[in-house]
């Protein structure tokens, strides 16, 4: 018979004598430092900031009722990929220190560093996965962290699902070649409300097209042909066809970028839009957009559709 993870743990569990007073990672309880701030990530999710205080406290309560088990590391341990299995990181905040945890959510812990450190069971693994979702204790994200990866994955399920549309309905069914073809790109990221209330970003994908007959520079500008909202917490992304008439409004050249241009665009948009706001993240996200708008990478369309953030971001014209 196969046994799941949680019934092992559990047994494991049952079967350890009861100790009082133990010490756990954090130290004694008498003199355990202050849980002040948790942030929970998931490998290709965005990662949520919980600071409110009834939220901490839940958290803390069974946190701190860990207890080392070594036999657990055979619990969540992959033959196949011979490692043991994560499912969340752990960023614990504690009067002004931290400590980085991998977690198990069947309720194994350990500490992430250098050297080998115990592995720890969490006696309430269910109640503790739903503070991390804000079920409860009252805890919501203050602001989101987006890993590089988790990033990637999201602009790469909204890429994926505009370059089948735009094959399927949109695509001019007859290009040549000799003559001018057409392309789809994805813009960056934009707040479906700003300031942001919740975690859905919109992606735009719009037409470029080249005459390969002539030598010009630059790029023929087609029209916006689909708005896709996307939640950074998961699910599927949201696709609105805007327009099917491929046809050529323009043309946009290219100019070189300076030294300072260059590393404002390294920004990770989509991980600054999500970011608790301060006055660095206000000013990063008006350096990227101002520069992307002052090279022709937004739309009018775009812009006229996020009247409010663009005010907000007060572009001097260029």
Same mark, same amino acid.
């Given at each position: ?110 500490? !992430? @560093? ?5 592995? /720890? %069971? ?5 109640? &503790?996965?739903?503070?991390?979702? +804000? #079920? ?59 300031? !942001? @209330? ?5 992606? /735009? %994908? ?5 005459? &390969?007959?002539?030598?010009?520079? +630059? #790029? ?60 660095? @993240? ?5 350096? /990227? ?30």
């Amino acid at each position: 018979m196969a046994w799941s993870v949680s019934k092992i743990l559990k047994k494991f569990l049952l079967a350890q004598p009861v100790h009082g007073g133990k010490t756990s990672a954090d130290g004694p309880s008498e003199s355990r430092p202050t849980i002040t701030k948790i942030t929970v990530a998931q490998k290709g999710q965005a990662a949520k900031v919980i600071d409110e205080p009834e939220a901490i406290g839940a958290f803390s309560e069974i946190w701190n009722q860990k207890e080392e088990q070594p036999e657990l590391d055979k619990v969540i341990w992959d033959p196949v990929a011979k490692k043991m299995v994560w499912t969340h990181d752990l960023k614990i905040e504690m009067n002004g220190a931290s400590s980085l945890w991998l977690y198990n959510s069947s309720g194994v812990a350990t500490r !992430l @560093t250098k050297n080998k450190t115990p592995i /720890y %069971a969490i006696k309430d693994p269910e109640s &503790l996965i739903r503070i991390m979702k +804000g #079920e409860i204790g009252g805890a919501k994200a203050k602001g989101i962290l987006m890993t590089e990866s988790g990033a990637d994955a999201l602009f790469k399920s909204v890429n994926d699902i505009a370059q089948e549309k735009w094959i399927e309905a949109v695509r001019p069914k007859h290009q040549s070649p000799d003559s001018l073809v057409w392309q789809t790109a994805l813009s960056d990221p934009f707040p479906s409300t700003w300031p !942001l @209330t919740d975690d859905s970003l919109v992606f /735009y %994908a719009y037409a470029r097209g080249a005459n &390969l007959r002539s030598l010009t520079s +630059g #790029e023929l500008i087609g029209p916006v042909w689909a708005r896709i909202t996307v939640s950074c917490s998961g699910g599927k992304p949201n696709l609105v066809l805007l327009d099917t008439d491929i046809n050529p409004h323009g043309r946009q050249g290219v100019r070189p970028l300076t030294q300072e241009e260059l590393e404002i665009l390294r920004a990770r948009p989509t991980s600054l839009l999500l970011q608790e706001r301060s006055i660095e @993240t206000d000013r990063q996200i008006r350096a /990227y957009y101002c520069l992307q708008s002052s090279l022709g990478n937004v739309p009018k369309e775009v812009m006229a559709l996020h009247g409010a953030f663009f005010e907000w971001l007060g572009c001097s014209s260029r």
